[in-house]
C-alpha cells in the first residue's frame, strides 16, 4: 500500500518519482538524506575493517599454536608414563597414559590397594558426579567384539573431564590386549561418551611392563 504519491498527491504528500509501499511510519516519507547515508556507509566500514582485524588476529593466533610443538602433539597424540603417586614403591602404580585431542585413556598397573589393573577414559563428555558410580557401559575395541560390562564412572578435582575406568584381574591381562594402533569407544545408554585411538601401542606396551616388572 502507498502511503504517499507524487507530488500533486492529495493524500499524504510526498514528492516527485517517490513513493513508500507498504510503510505507514512518516507522514511524509522521503529518500534517505546524503549525510545518513555517509554515516551509514562509514560505521559499515568501520565495523568491516575491526571484523577483518580480529580475523587476522585469529588467524595469527592460530599459526603461533599450529606451530607450537606442544600443540601439535596434543593433536597427533602422545604417550606418558609416570607413576601415579610420587611415594609408590618401585613397580607400583605404574601408568601409560595416551592423550590426544577430544580425550585420554590410561592403562594402570597395581598397588598397594588393588592388585589388578585398570583401564580408564576420559572425556568431556563423560558425567562427572560428585562421588564414583557404577555404571553400564559398552566398550568396542578395534579387534575385540563389543563388551557390555560394569564399569566405575568418577571425576578429579579441577579436572574438566568425567572418567570411566574398567577392572582388569591383574596387568599381564591388560597388556597382552594392547594393539600397536586401537580405537575404543565407550557409550552409555546407547551414546557415545568416549571415542579415542592411539598409535604406538606395542612400544607404550613395552615401557609399562617395564615399569610394573619392577614389583
Known sequence: MATGGGADSGGG???????????????????????????????????????????????AKLQKLEADPDYQRYKRGEWRFFQAKKDSAPGDNCVAMWSKEGGAVSIVGPGKVYQGGMLIFWSADIPTPSSTQTVAVTLKQSKYQPQSVNALNFSVPNIPAGAIGLTVPNIDAALNTMLDVEHFIVEMDGRAVADIDWTDGLAARARLHQCVSKR
Open 13 to 59: 504528500g510526498g514528492y516527485a518519482g517517490y513513493s513508500c509501499y507498504g510503510c505507514n511510519i512518516f507522514a511524509d516519507p522521503a529518500p534517505p538524506s546524503y549525510d545518513a547515508m555517509n554515516s551509514a556507509i562509514n560505521e559499515q566500514a568501520s565495523r568491516n575493517a575491526e571484523a577483518q582485524k580480529q580475523m587476522l588476529e585469529a588467524e
